[in-house]
């Protein structure tokens, strides 16, 4: 499997999940898609507000997509997060795109919840690359702060309620692809569109 680096706190970094020209590729489509300046969330709703949040971004939904990825990272991601066990991928993507001076200020990742009961609950980035300096993904943990940088190809997951910033990028382009893991409460919960680990496991055999 990957070689993973543990950061402490729930973060962890997954070592070249996605090549080189995978990665290129992920790129060349969202270009050709367009970057639009990135919204956030308000307690009056969806607000350009470019002083806490400068970079680009696109979101579209692509369920195939997410079951590719989901079947590289499921033996991965926790089984169990906060008494709810692992149910798949969010379909909803978002490339990132960050230029030299652009950040994403201080902020918590927001939940994600399906009429099934699903919720995601883990943040799953995807570092495209770039050629760029900065731009670190920092994190605030009971007042420490801490840096991740994730090299061309690596995925870094971390829970949705530690605080973060997209750090500025101080030179170049920096690139992202973003989706969430999902999880079912361990009891009650609906029928997943995706194949259990179990599952994956019998299509490797």
């Known amino acids: ?111 994600f919840e399906r009429s099934n009961g699903e919720k995601s609950l883990i943040t799953v980035p995807l570092y495209l690359g770039g050629d760029y300096a900065g731009g670190e993904t920092t994190f605030d943990v009971d007042g420490q702060l801490f840096n991740v940088r994730g090299d061309q190809g690596d995925v870094v997951f971390f829970p949705h309620r530690l605080r973060h910033r997209g750090s500025v990028v101080t030179q170049g382009t920096k690139y992202m692809l973003r989706t969430d893991a999902m999880y079912f409460p361990l009891t009650g919960s609906g029928t997943s569109a995706f194949p259990s680990l179990a599952e994956l496991q019998t299509e490797t055999l």
């Not at 997509?65 to 991928?89: D, E, F, H, N, Y």
């Open 1 to 111: 499997m990957y070689e993973t680096i543990n950061h402490g706190h729930g973060i962890n970094q997954l070592k070249h999940v996605f090549t080189q020209a995978e990665c290129a590729a992920f790129i060349e489509q969202a270009e050709h898609i367009g970057f639009e300046p990135a919204m956030i969330t308000t307690l009056q709703g969806a607000e350009l507000r470019r002083d806490v949040r400068s970079n680009d971004r696109i979101i579209f939904d692509n369920l195939e997509l997410a079951l590719r990825i989901w079947k590289r990272l499921a033996p991965v991601l926790p089984s169990v997060w906060i008494a709810r066990s692992l149910a798949g991928l969010n379909e909803r993507f978002r490339f990132y795109r960050y230029s030299t001076d652009q950040k994403f200020d201080w902020h918590y990742d927001g939940a």
